[in-house]
């Protein structure tokens, strides 16, 4: 049997121990303490660092979106690793349009004034072409090439349909900006002339490997600019391919043969005049009406290339600006 003494040293002995390991602990808690707020305090600010670069990531996502059409960022952006665009031939409906005579409003405007005016026009352009699910190619100074049919593709008489509807869209948009341009100093207003030709273009990335385009080429792409430098102020030159795919809503007449150079046969060009569904699309494009009184556009007539429809809506024009002054007295 132990001592008293012997009992009293085991104790000591034991309650040291049990103090050395509390203190021990104590070291321990404290170490994971520190460790705890350092991981704390760097994961803080990793998540600061990653909170400004996905803002800074977004920004350039919003930078990226006004270079590219919505179909085309879809297709980048949208799906995981590395996209491949590669060239394919589709079916596609080209629209090209221009500025009458820009050259000429440039040298008379003032330069801040034109591009002001000028990037409203294209704003409002390119607002109209995504609406409808056109593919903007590009903006080539006052020129506009729209594409619809890729990339995404559904149905080629759609995609007619789309093209046709929009331009309608717009020249009914710009017969409103003709008469602001004009009162902000323009006197030739606003003459956009357009043309649309369906038919199978190359389309797909071209360029440089360090500097692509998404475009189209080919020879149908030609015959849509050809109709638009062939088109008066205010119309839509349509081919006949084109008024084929189109539905009886559509409103279109014949106008001319055209030969295109590099074509082996001759094109029937029709001149989109209006969709029944939109009656005001079919307003006769030489007069713009408003509460003040009326804009008389520029007419050009020649008794050999004027068709019978254009000097119909010549006459119905003077007709009601003759009708108009009338009025006022």
Not at 3 to 31: A, C, F, L, P, Y
Not at 118 to 124: A, G, I, K, Q, V
Not at 186 to 208: D, E
């Amino acid at each position: 049997m132990l001592s008293k003494d012997s009992q009293n040293t085991d104790t000591e002995n034991d309650t040291t121990s049990w103090e050395r390991e509390r203190k021990g602990m104590e070291e321990e808690i404290h170490d994971l303490k520190i460790l705890y707020e350092t991981i704390a305090e760097h994961s803080s600010a990793i998540e600061n660092e990653l909170d400004d670069k996905n803002r800074e990531v977004s920004a350039l996502i919003q930078q990226l979106k006004k270079y590219l059409s919505p179909q085309l960022y879809k297709l980048i952006v949208g799906k995981p690793g590395n996209i491949s665009l590669d060239y394919r031939r589709e079916f596609l409906t080209i629209f090209f349009s221009d500025i009458m005579n820009f050259t000429e409003i440039s040298d008379r405007t003032d330069p801040e004034v034109l591009s002001d005016i000028l990037n409203e026009y294209l704003n409002d352009m390119a607002q109209i072409a995504l609406a409808h699910g056109g593919t903007v190619d590009k903006f080539m100074g006052d020129a506009i090439m729209v594409f619809f049919g890729a990339p995404e593709h559904t149905d080629d008489k759609n995609h007619a349909r789309d093209c046709c509807k929009m331009a309608l869209e717009m020249q009914q948009k710009i017969r409103h900006i003709d008469h602001e341009w004009m009162q902000r100093g323009i006197p030739q207003g606003l003459k956009v002339r357009m043309g649309i030709h369906s038919g199978y273009c190359t389309v797909g990335n071209f360029g440089a490997e360090n500097r692509m385009d998404y475009t189209i080429i080919g020879g149908n792409v030609n015959i849509a600019s050809r109709l638009e430098s062939l088109a008066t102020p205010q119309s839509i030159f349509i081919s006949s391919i084109t008024r084929n795919l189109l539905t009886n809503d559509f409103i279109a007449e014949f106008d001319q043969m055209l030969q295109v150079k590099g074509i082996h046969y001759p094109v029937e060009v029709f001149r989109l005049l209006g969709h029944r569904e939109d009656v005001h699309t079919v307003d006769n494009p030489y007069l713009v009406k408003h509460k003040d009184g009326f804009v008389l556009n520029e007419i050009e007539f020649d008794h050999k290339k004027t068709s019978s429809g254009e000097i119909s809506r010549i006459k119905e024009a003077l007709h009601n600006v003759l009708s108009i002054i009338d009025k006022s007295h």
